[in-house]
T-cell receptor, first 114, second 115 residues
């Protein structure tokens, strides 16, 4: 399967713990996005990478959140000191160069903070 | 990105056509109209996009009004696998929209397909 993959698919953690999610984009895609989706809502943009450079961060991305894409390939999203409000589906998408190419989404990581 | 308005939900019968409307009265000249759908427990997937002319692909057709203030996604023969939330998104690929091509999702339309 050459699509976008995300790990883990599900994560249950206790409030105050740190969690890290991984996204492996489609190999030739230089653009990578993270979105967050809560129940009944559409996905909300969190951050965007072009190759290894993080070029935009949403104001939704508090200082407890950090994302990296060290070699311009896979990306990680870490949440420190998790809160119950962080419970959501975290989606990763990738896209090739070009103005109107589609974004390809992964299956998401569902985070539950107890 | 400019805002879109979609009905919260629609219902269809299997093997019948479905017309999903989207209003975007504040669309600008450089906004592309994108449709994505999200099946239960999956990430969104691209359906179709267009700028001014109607578009067809293997999944659907996109009919764009002449003034571009509205569009309609057409599923020619709905199947049970088409049951999903459908999102209509405007994506500015020029002007002040920047080059990040992020997607701004609304709540979309929940399509139910009856057997």
């Amino acid at each position: 399967d050459t699509g976008v993959s995300q790990n883990p698919r599900h994560k249950i953690t206790k409030r105050g713990q740190n969690v890290t999610f991984r996204c492996d984009p489609i190999s030739e895609h230089n653009r990578l996005y993270w979105y967050r989706q809560t129940l009944g809502q559409g996905p909300e943009f969190l951050t965007y990478f072009q190759n290894e450079a993080q070029l935009e961060k949403s104001r939704l991305l508090s200082d407890r959140f950090s994302a990296e894409r060290p070699k311009g390939s896979f990306s990680t999203l870490e949440i420190q000191r998790t809160e119950q409000g962080d419970s959501a589906m975290y989606l990763c998408a990738s896209k090739s160069q070009g103005a109107d190419n589609e974004q390809f989404f992964g299956p998401g990581t569902r985070l539950t903070v107890l | 990105d400019a805002k879109t308005t979609q009905p919260n939900s629609m219902e269809s019968n299997e093997e019948e056509p479905v017309h999903l409307p989207c209003n975007h009265s504040t669309i600008s000249g450089t906004d592309y109209i994108h449709w994505y759908r999200q099946l239960p427990s999956q990430g969104p997937e691209y359906v179709i996009h267009g700028l001014t002319s109607n578009v067809n692909n293997r999944m659907a057709s996109l009919a764009i009004a002449e003034d571009r203030k509205s569009s309609t996604l057409i599923l020619h023969r709905a199947t049970l696998r088409d049951a999903a939330v459908y999102y209509c998104i405007l994506r500015d690929v020029g002007g002040s929209g920047g080059s990040n091509y992020k997607l701004t999702f609304g709540k979309g339309t929940l399509l139910t397909v009856n057997p």
